[in-house]
């Protein structure tokens, strides 16, 4: 059973930073491509970056320059440094496969105030 648990968010006013984790358990994601996802409040969930197997990075326009994803395989985890953080980056931020392959965790709530 491949578990993905999501943990570092918090509440940060403009400009602030956080970083979170990914820890999987259960399976190993080394081979896979990871994402970053986040959701407000009644909007669909959207990809914010991803980083493939061989440590490629990929972002979305309104977070780059900002956020930088990485992946430490030996402990099975992935990240999101967050900078320069603004009030449209709240929502859940959650993690899985670019493709959503594994179940979705609780995911990491993420507030930024004005």
């Known amino acids: 059973q491949v578990q993905l648990v999501e943990s570092g968010g918090g509440s940060v006013q403009t400009g602030g930073s956080l970083r979170l984790s990914c820890a999987a358990s259960?399976?190993?994601?080394?081979?896979?491509?990871m994402a970053w996802y986040r959701q407000a409040p009644g909007k669909q969930r959207e990809l914010v970056a991803f980083?493939?197997?061989?440590?490629?990075?990929t972002y979305v326009n309104s977070v780059k320059g900002r956020f930088a994803i990485a992946r430490d395989n030996p402990v099975n985890t992935v990240y999101l440094q967050m900078n320069s953080l603004k009030p449209e980056d709240t929502a859940v931020y959650y993690c899985?496969?670019?493709?959503?392959?594994?179940?979705w965790g609780q995911g990491t709530q993420v507030t930024v105030s004005p």
């Open positions: 899985n496969t670019v493709f959503s392959a594994l179940p």
């Open positions: 259960g399976r190993d994601i080394s081979g896979n491509p």
């Open positions: 980083i493939t197997a061989g440590g490629t990075t």
